[in-house]
């Protein structure tokens, strides 16, 4: 979907439906920073939801403490992932959540994650002229 990620081979994929557990489907994703973006299926489309990033560099060259898989596991307008995926099912009709990573920060790569997930949202931006419509600001 994104050309900008094709350089990262530290990537995956996982589904989200109805009555799934998020703990159990993302399971394979890993502690390390990057980014991610949420597909939603639904009525025989597929678009793209949200934009995010996890790991924050300090300026000591740090990271905090919240990489990729305790991020898609956090919190989204103030609810649980969990609660926030499963109320989305619902009021919008979706049949399934898409949920791509990126490792953007590891031995391989040096890509700050926020960074990249801005380059992702102005590539996003450049083509509707909004964010996506669960990225509330930027």
Known sequence: MFEELDEYKNR????????DLLSVQNIDVPELPGV??????????VDLVY?????????NGQFKSQFLKGRI???QEGLERQQFFDKKIELE???G????????????QK????FVKAQLLQSYFDLHSSLPPWNKEF
């Open 12 to 19: 995956g994929h996982f589904f989200f439906q109805k009555g």
């Open 36 to 45: 991610y973006y949420i597909l939603r299926l639904a009525e025989g489309k």
């Open 51 to 59: 934009i995010g990033k996890s790991g924050t560099m300090q300026q």
């Open 73 to 75: 596991n956090n919190k």
């Open 93 to 95: 009709n979706i049949d």
């Open 97 to 108: 959540l898409d949920i791509y990573w990126f490792v953007t920060y590891d031995q391989d």
């Open 111 to 114: 890509d700050l994650p926020a």
